[in-house]
């Protein structure tokens, strides 16, 4: 493999990353097997085409348009999670498969329910939902805002090794960031309770924007404890492709 996934910079200090920027390979899928991806499932290798086609397939259930090109673009941060995530435990999904559902399609659920063009990602750890979005949306413009300085680094890193010009990453606590600009979307993946979310980062959000948090199972006890600087529009129901779990989108509005 003539391409080299970015690895996690060694003896640099909080905030900083590594700016050389690496190639991705576009591989024929037919014949190549990505070395990074490749996982032993009951003596069996994912291989690179296995996780090609489980994502398009994924992308055509959920009735999104995401081209080609994207898609390596979405593989290629795969690999990059999975290989930082060996010294900087980004998750505790650790199969490139299971990356795929329960990461990659599970971000992409909730694009029809997110507004642009200016969208904050909320905590957003290893890029999620911010970094499949943005690859999905390049038209739009993400914020990726995390207090953690090691998730942040590789925040950076992966918006260079990717090019995502439609990326701007911060290092800091919601509640401390004053934004230069309030966002069409204010969206987490699993960053806290509603209303404490709401509280937090509902300030960042534009009179005529939205708040999105994404849920497992149904928050039946958090919408009964809603601020009421903010009212509820609906909760979603995200069928996730491949994921046998329940997910949800509580989608709200300022009052």
Not at 36 to 57: I, M, N, Q
């Amino acid at each position: 493999m003539s391409g080299r996934v970015g690895s996690p910079p060694r003896g640099l200090p909080s905030g900083r990353v590594a700016t050389k920027r690496t190639r991705f390979q576009v591989f024929d899928v037919a014949s190549v097997e990505n070395p990074l991806l490749a996982k032993k499932t009951d003596d069996s290798p994912v291989t690179f085409a296995v996780l090609v086609g489980d994502l398009a397939a994924g992308i055509k259930t959920l009735g999104l348009d995401v081209a080609p090109q994207a898609q390596q673009r979405l593989l290629d941060y795969l690999a990059l999670v999975e290989k930082w995530n060996k010294a900087y435990n980004l998750t505790a999904v650790r199969e490139p498969a299971k990356m795929l559902t329960h990461h990659l399609l599970d971000s992409l659920a909730v694009l029809p329910h997110v507004r642009g063009p200016r969208v904050l990602d909320v905590g957003s750890g290893a890029g999620l939902p911010g970094i499949p979005l943005a690859v999905a949306k390049p038209q739009w413009q993400f914020t990726l805002l995390d207090s953690n300085h090691k998730k942040t680094a590789f925040l950076r890193q992966a918006v260079i090794e990717l090019k995502l010009n439609n990326v701007d990453v911060v290092c800091d606590r919601v509640e401390n960031w004053s934004a230069p600009q309030l966002f069409d979307t204010v969206v987490s993946r699993a960053f806290s309770e509603l209303s404490g979310f709401l509280q937090l980062a509902g300030g960042l959000c534009a009179k005529t924007g939205m708040v999105v948090a994404m849920k497992g199972v149904y928050p039946h006890e958090e919408l009964v404890r809603l601020p009421d600087a903010f009212q509820l529009r609906g909760v979603v129901s995200l069928k996730v492709p491949g994921l046998g779990a329940e997910r949800h989108a509580a989608v709200l509005e300022p009052a």
